[in-house]
């Protein structure tokens, strides 16, 4: 009897109708991936973008505190930029030159035997991007101290000036202890 009685149970049973709850799946499951999934997507690409952004504003916020401290310093040694145009004129004015070199010579006691200039350009160069120079050949005689002495007065000169070369050298036929050396000098002048 329990297979009469189960058949019976099942017979008697009534049937669900499942299309509903099916329809509402397959309705809900296209409106997540149609109006659901665009929206999430463009809240993660825009989280990023603003990721993005605020690294940008912070390099550009970096950028812009510089140009201000440079924009301090220059305003606050504003009064001292003709010491720029005297250190690096925008013309040779190898003139200035040989007169820091002679007024340093005269200084420290250093007697000139020669002179030499090598070639300056006059014209005016299209290119500024870069430094020009020219050497100034001194050929000197003096005692060892006069010549530290004059090479330390070039160096303190407001006017940007190398010390290239030194060559000192004595005449032994001639030369006893206290007598003079011969300085062989070599100064580069710089111009814009």
Request: aromatic content about 10%; cysteine-free; charged content about 30%.
């Amino acid at each position: 009897m329990s297979t009469t009685n189960s058949l019976r149970h099942l017979i008697g049973r009534r049937v669900k109708d499942y299309s509903f709850t099916i329809g509402f799946f397959v309705v809900f499951s296209f409106f997540l991936f149609f109006a659901i999934r665009p929206n999430l997507v463009t809240v993660f690409r825009l989280q990023k973008e603003l990721a993005d952004l605020r690294k940008v504003d912070s390099s550009y916020e970096n950028v812009i505190m510089n140009i201000v401290n440079t924009q301090t310093i220059l305003e606050a040694n504003r009064d001292k930029f003709y010491l720029l145009d005297d250190a690096m004129p925008n013309r040779p004015r190898v003139n200035e030159v040989v007169d820091d070199i002679r007024n340093s010579a005269s200084i420290a006691g250093v007697v000139f035997k020669k002179i030499d200039i090598s070639e300056v350009n006059l014209k005016e160069d299209s290119d500024k991007s870069h430094l020009k120079s020219y050497i100034v050949q001194l050929d000197a005689a003096s005692d060892f101290n006069a010549v530290k002495k004059m090479m330390d007065q070039l160096l303190l000169d407001r006017r940007l000036k190398m010390i290239k070369e030194v060559a000192f050298s004595r005449d032994i036929e001639t030369g006893t202890q206290s007598a003079d050396i011969r300085i062989d000098l070599q100064v580069e002048g710089f111009y814009l």
